[in-house]
């Protein structure tokens, strides 16, 4: 069953904006322009780089979209793509693509989680969704520093995957706090530089993810392998991809240019401190679970604040869509098809252009698992409750931190 859900939590990045759109033409340039500016600072000289440089590549792009091109975009690129066409046949091509990238990455998700599972055992299926979306960002992403320097950040990425998770699983709730403000702080600062890239949906995200499914014994040491397995084949696609890139800082930018003063600075302490705490609650109350409360304040907490408001409502309402989703499915679906639940909520995030509607379809892999170990009744009330305080608590720590 944990193979089966697989798709469902390798989908949950989907819905955030992801390197790839940026050579694909599938990108929202008004958001990009922020936070290029974000990076380089509010100019007319860079308003006037951006609009002369990445609108006219964006338009460029799309006029020559290839087979390939189009299986890297997005569902709301490949619908654009398709709404925009006016020739009959090359609409029908289009449609036809789409739906063929759905399903390939559906059965490739699974084919790598299917494989990690038998490898590593299936309590660490976790690691395959984890190493799998690493690959698929680093791929494209950069850390906005030398390309051999980023070898040093995707070692220390990895690093804290293998050990933070279980060290916080060892001590006490405030002890494991104080673990995962540590690790998520230098996830941040590791991963994150290059603000555009929205890294930390991807390494944040299999932090919570590893957090959440804990191992011990041969089963740690087997999850290890596998992510010094995939550390490894992250490396060499990351340097194979970004070898020619320029750069202008190194591995110790990274430190030297963390500051409380600036948008990103105060971007890492508040999703830092807002997963770290809202998981410390969960687990004072004695709540299973707490991950769901940490993956919603990190989908919820970006780098600007005002976004967050739209997203925080989305996160809870769409949830609550999905769990109803679920309970229909679960209860006129026989029993042997429930494992599949999560799949089909994987393809549904595949069919889906926004993160509300991704966010309804992301609850049936959760679910699929959590009502088998809690029941149905249970799994959706802890669901939703842990969904919308993350999302009420994020706002809540937002206003807190700018008031500082």
């Known amino acids: 069953m944990e193979v089966l859900i697989g798709f469902g939590l390798f989908t949950d990045i989907t819905g955030e904006m992801r390197s790839r759109e940026r050579f694909t033409g599938n990108l929202d340039t008004d958001r990009t322009q922020r936070f290029f500016e974000l990076r380089v600072g509010r100019t007319p000289e860079s308003r006037s780089w951006f609009s002369g440089n990445i609108r006219f590549k964006v338009k460029e792009r799309q006029q020559r979209m290839t087979f390939y091109q189009?299986?890297?975009l997005n569902s709301a690129g490949s619908k654009r793509l398709i709404k925009n066409t006016a020739d009959k046949k090359e609409k029908i091509r289009h449609i036809l693509i789409y739906n063929f990238k759905v399903y390939l990455v559906m059965a490739f998700c699974v084919a790598v989680v299917s494989a990690y599972s038998k490898l590593t055992g299936s309590?660490?299926?976790?690691?395959?969704?984890?190493?799998?979306?690493?690959?698929l960002v680093l791929r494209q992403a950069d850390f906005g520093i030398k390309t051999t320097h980023g070898i040093f950040s995707i070692a220390g990425i990895f690093g804290i995957l293998m050990a933070g998770p279980r060290l916080a699983h060892m001590v006490s709730p405030v002890l494991a706090f104080v673990i995962n403000v540590i690790c998520i702080f230098l996830l941040m600062i590791l991963g994150c530089h290059n603000v555009i890239m929205h890294n930390h949906s991807t390494f944040v995200l299999g932090y919570l993810l590893l957090l959440g499914y804990p191992v011990t014994g041969q089963t740690y040491?087997?999850?290890?392998?596998?992510?010094?397995?995939?550390?490894?084949?992250?490396?060499?696609?990351?340097?194979?991809?970004?070898?020619?890139?320029?750069y202008r800082r190194t591995f110790l930018d990274l430190f030297k240019e963390f500051d409380l003063k600036s948008a990103r600075g105060r971007w890492y302490i508040r999703l830092t401190l807002t997963v770290s705490s809202a998981m410390l609650f969960m687990n004072l109350l004695g709540l299973p679970r707490a991950m769901w409360a940490g993956i919603a304040c990190m989908s919820v907490?970006?780098?600007?604040?005002?976004?967050?408001?739209?997203?925080?409502?989305?996160?809870?309402?769409?949830n609550v869509v999905g769990c109803l989703l679920f309970i229909g499915l679960y209860?006129?679906?026989p029993k042997s098809m429930h494992p599949y639940i999560g799949m089909i909520g994987g393809i549904g995030v595949g069919y889906s252009a926004g993160y509300a509607w991704q966010t309804a379809f992301n609850t049936f892999g959760a679910l699929s698992i959590a009502a088998g170990l809690f029941g149905l009744p249970m799994a959706v009330l802890l669901r939703i409750g842990a969904n919308a305080f993350g999302a009420l608590y994020t706002l809540i720590g937002n206003k807190v931190v700018q008031q500082l």
């Open 301 to 318: 907490c970006l780098p600007f604040p005002e976004d967050c408001i739209t997203r925080a409502r989305d996160r809870w309402i769409f």
């Open 70 to 72: 189009e299986l890297q």
């Open 331 to 333: 209860l006129l679906l």
């Open 221 to 246: 040491l087997l999850r290890v392998e596998g992510l010094a397995v995939g550390m490894i084949l992250c490396m060499i696609i990351f340097y194979k991809n970004q070898r020619k890139r320029p």
């Open 123 to 135: 309590e660490n299926s976790v690691v395959g969704v984890t190493v799998l979306l690493s690959v």
